[in-house]
């Protein structure tokens, strides 16, 4: 198709070609998973229990969440969820299908998204794909936040600040109780929250940073994934009574795609279970990250910014990036580069992305060998 060498060629020489990354052999060390508990690596110690408990989740939903009768465990993670967070569950098939069907069934008349902006591309795809109005302010600026609330309050019936609570790229937290303050300021403000790379990781029980700053009361849509720290498939929204029957009724990936299969829901259910009682691997995981992040601002003689897992080192170039992690597999470590479209030009990075499994002498050799090739 005309057009489509053209596009390649161009990505090549900008050094933006991607290609789905091969099986590494046996003894990398894996900076790149999402696995912020390790759980993905631990599988086989939770088969056994799985197997006696949930022998008989079926392979397949075989149709969709209005449709399906295959919804036992679909229907127990929900109510298990909803007890932990003390308000009613929806799930989804993934952290894109539930942001792109909540924000799509937000987009309503005299509706104003007010987005910060380093949210998700399932977000902006949301905003788009659905045609809703939206203002996006500069990352966790506050001061400009304010002045868009006092220009376009009077303007629209519903505000709904969006945000994440740990930003995916950067590691930096959302100003969640400043946030709050401005919610209590305006009633119109609606506060939605994607907390995928905190559940797990933060909170006393791993429900996320709202739980963290008791603030899930305040949140009204909060989004939860398990793709991440509970090394399995799908997401949720934590919303009330109502808004949960809305978003049964309006939210096209929701409505119109098969459910995620009970063997999954189940194995989800397994994980959540066993996340509430992690308090050592979520201290663990914080003290290492902690080293790590200032092991990387003394290299690159800047503050990474990162209060997670999460830990950018910044290359300035996709060339670099990709020389520099290049590199660290010769050595044995998976860190991949990112490029754009996923940062803006200049925020080319190596994502460094920690999980409890990883020991505090592991990451000292990453740094020391960074520190050589910088």
């Not at 795809?125 to 203002?135: C, P, T």
């Not at 470590?333 to 200049?346: D, E, F, K």
């Not at 740094?367 to 090739?373: G, H, N, R, S, T």
Request: aromatic content about 8%; charged content about 25%; some cysteine.
């Amino acid at each position: 198709m005309s057009g489509i060498s053209d596009i390649l060629t161009e990505l090549k020489a900008e050094h933006r070609l991607r290609s789905i990354p091969g099986q590494p052999s046996e003894g990398f060390l894996d900076l790149s998973s999402n696995d912020y508990l390790g759980l993905a690596q631990r599988h086989a110690e939770f088969r056994e229990e799985f197997t006696e408990r949930f022998s008989d989740a079926p392979y397949s939903s075989s149709a969709s969440r209005l449709l399906s009768m295959q919804q036992k465990y679909h229907l127990m993670l929900e109510a298990f969820l909803a007890e932990l967070y003390g308000k009613e569950t929806l799930l989804f098939n993934s952290g894109y299908h539930a942001n792109v069907g909540c924000i799509g069934a937000l987009t309503l008349p005299s509706t104003l998204f007010v987005c910060d902006k380093l949210i998700h591309a399932s977000i902006v795809d949301g905003l788009r794909i659905n045609g809703a109005e939206f203002k996006r302010f500069p990352h966790n600026d506050i001061a400009k936040l304010k002045r868009i609330l006092e220009k376009e309050a009077s303007r629209y019936d519903h505000l709904i600040v969006v945000v994440e609570s740990i930003y995916s790229m950067d590691g930096d937290e959302a100003p969640l109780s400043e946030l709050v303050a401005l919610k209590q300021q305006y009633p119109s403000i609606l506060l939605y929250v994607d907390e995928a790379h905190a559940f797990g990781v933060r909170g006393k029980r791993g429900l996320g940073l709202c739980e963290e700053y008791d603030l899930i009361k305040h949140a009204d849509i909060l989004i939860g994934t398990f793709g991440k720290a509970a090394a399995s498939i799908g997401a949720f929204a934590v919303v009330t009574e109502e808004m949960k029957s809305f978003l049964i009724n309006t939210a096209r990936p929701f409505i119109f795609s098969t459910a995620l299969p009970p063997v999954n829901v189940a194995w989800s259910l397994l994980m959540t279970e066993k996340i509430i009682g992690m308090e050592n691997e979520r201290r663990h995981l914080a003290e290492i990250s902690h080293y790590f992040s200032e092991r990387i601002s003394e290299i690159s003689s800047q503050p990474t910014g990162s209060d997670s897992q999460i830990i950018p080192y910044l290359t300035g170039s996709a060339q670099r990036a990709l020389d520099i992690a290049d590199k660290l597999r010769q050595a044995g470590y998976l860190a991949l580069p990112i490029r754009r479209p996923t940062v803006p030009p200049g925020g080319e990075r190596i994502r460094f992305s920690l999980s409890a499994a990883m020991t505090r002498q592991e990451l000292c050799d990453v740094a020391d060998i960074l520190q050589k090739i910088n």
